[in-house]
Each structure stands twice: as C-alpha cells, then as structure tokens.
C-alpha cells in the first residue's frame, strides 16, 4: 500500500551543492507533479510530466530540473542550490482528470 | 492567470462548535477538490466536487461547489480536535486541465 514515496525525507545542504530527489509511484499513473510548500504562498508547482520522457514547466521551475525516465519515477534536481530552495518538497501523481495522490514530503534546508 | 483565494487564514474555535471556510475565485474550474494536510504529512484528499450547486457530505463535512463554478465552501459541524489541520481547496482548469491550489486555511479546534 506504497502509494507514493518520496526520498530522502530531510536533506540539509550546503549552498553550491547539488542534490536529486525521489519521487516513486506504484499506482500506474501517467501524471506526476513536484511542488514546494512555504508558509504563506501554498503549494506551487514546480514541473510536472504527462507521461514517460515527457516534462513541463510548472509555475516556479527555475534552478530546478526534472527527468522522467521510468513512468513510476520521477526526479527532481538542483544543481547548485540556493538558500531560497529551502522548502518542503512534494511529490504527486494522478490521471487525466483525476486528483492527485501525494507523498509525505522532502524537507530541505540549504545553508 | 487563474487565482483561488481561501477565508479565512486561520481559524481557531472550540470543540463543539460550527465553521464555514471558503474558497473564491473569478475563475470557471471543471472540478474542484478539498484537501486536508496534517503536520508532516501529504495533503489527502476529502472531496471532489464537478457539477455547478453539487453539495457533498462526508460525515459532518458538507462540501458546496457554486452555481458557477466559480467558488465553494467547506462547513464543519461540531467541530472536533480531530478536524484539526491544513485544508487547501484545489481547482482544475476549465480549458488547459491545470491545477491551482489555494493557500489554505488553517484550521486548530481546542478540546
């Protein structure tokens, strides 16, 4: 009963440094969403995917890159990160027309 | 560029008594989806609502989507320490099948 599972759970990094998060899905979904939540603004989409080998920006997709190599994963990278990215990351997958289904979240701090 | 405005922020009540939260919008959506989210937690979802006036009820939760489609409402009857949480309202895109959250309301009911 896996759901959607995110990796690591908290991260602190250096700024400069690069890092990759997981999100994985065991539900078959074709759509897959990164957003970050900070207090006051929500939740802001970052890049999403509509299917295998396909991304999309999302609202917010500066400093952040994202690869969808397998349906059931998806990644999303900083290269060099900056105190601004400090935020809680989340993952989400769904279908057409569907609602998401969300993962427990990345917690980042960049120093 | 598509906008849901929720009221209020934050609500603190007693145990027993009844709230109403909204979510507003200029915007038509095709669907419409409540969410709760716990500390440390995804956001799970609690409704989806898609016809014009649809009304939903999940126990004491009664979810209203308007008329128009434009915005809709959450009402909590007596409240309990257990209803305790973030709730976001998330609309879909009448056209491109975007999602746009809102920024949330957070809810605290004291025993």
């Known amino acids: 009963n896996a759901g959607v599972t995110q990796t690591p759970k908290f991260r602190v990094l250096k700024t400069g440094q690069s890092m990759t998060l997981l999100c994985a899905q065991d539900?078959?979904?074709?759509?897959m969403y990164w957003y970050r939540q900070d207090p006051g603004m929500g939740l802001r989409l970052i890049h999403y995917?509509?299917?295998?080998?396909?991304?999309a920006k999302g609202e917010v997709p500066d400093g952040y890159n994202v690869s969808r190599l397998k349906k059931q994963n998806f990644l999303l990278g900083l290269e060099s990160a900056a105190p601004s990215q400090t935020s809680v990351y989340f993952c989400?997958?769904?279908?057409?027309?569907?609602?998401?289904?969300f993962g427990d979240g990345t917690r980042l701090s960049i120093l | 560029t598509q906008l849901l405005e929720q009221s209020p922020q934050f609500l603190s009540i007693q145990e027993g008594e009844n709230l109403t939260v909204y979510c507003n919008s200029s915007?038509?959506?095709?669907?419409l989806q409540w969410y709760r989210q716990e500390p440390g937690e995804g956001p799970v979802l609690l409704v989806t609502?898609?016809?014009?006036?649809e009304v939903k009820k999940l126990k004491r939760l009664t979810f209203q989507f308007g008329d128009a489609r434009k915005d809709s409402s959450l009402h909590i009857t007596a409240a309990q320490p257990g209803d305790t949480g973030l709730y976001l309202c998330?609309?879909?895109?009448?056209?491109?099948?975007?999602?746009?959250f809102g920024k949330g309301t957070r809810l605290h009911i004291l025993p």
């Open positions: 995917s509509v299917g295998e080998g396909t991304t």
């Open positions: 998330a609309g879909r895109g009448n056209r491109d099948d975007k999602i746009i």
């Open positions: 989400a997958s769904g279908r057409l027309q569907q609602p998401q289904h």
């Open positions: 609502v898609v016809t014009g006036g």
């Open positions: 539900m078959n979904h074709e759509y």
């Open positions: 915007s038509v959506f095709s669907s």
